[in-house]
């Protein structure tokens, strides 16, 4: 019961670290257009918004990863569970 109630606590903090980063996402976006609309360089601004989508996508991964672990998802899957 420990271990389910560890997982729940992974699975809440990935998805609050998901919607982070979503959020970093579009301000870096919006960044990064403002800057190459005033024609400046926007080469770092484009380089960050790069590596926050590699992060969002390394989270995504653990999050399926973690859901794809869990016995009740997979009870229900199998029609065994409620």
């Known amino acids: ?36 609309e005033k024609g400046w360089d926007a080469t770092v601004y484009e380089r960050r918004s790069k590596l926050l989508e590699v992060t969002r996508q390394q989270y995504l991964g653990l999050l399926k990863e973690l859901l794809s672990q869990d016995p009740v998802r997979d009870d229900c899957a199998n029609g065994d569970g409620t």
Not at 5 to 28: M, N, P, S, Y
Request: charged share 40%.
């Open 1 to 36: 019961m420990e271990r389910d109630g560890l997982k729940t606590v992974r699975r809440a903090e990935l998805l609050a670290r998901l919607e982070l980063l979503d959020e970093l996402i579009k301000e870096q976006a919006s960044r990064a257009a403002f800057v190459r």
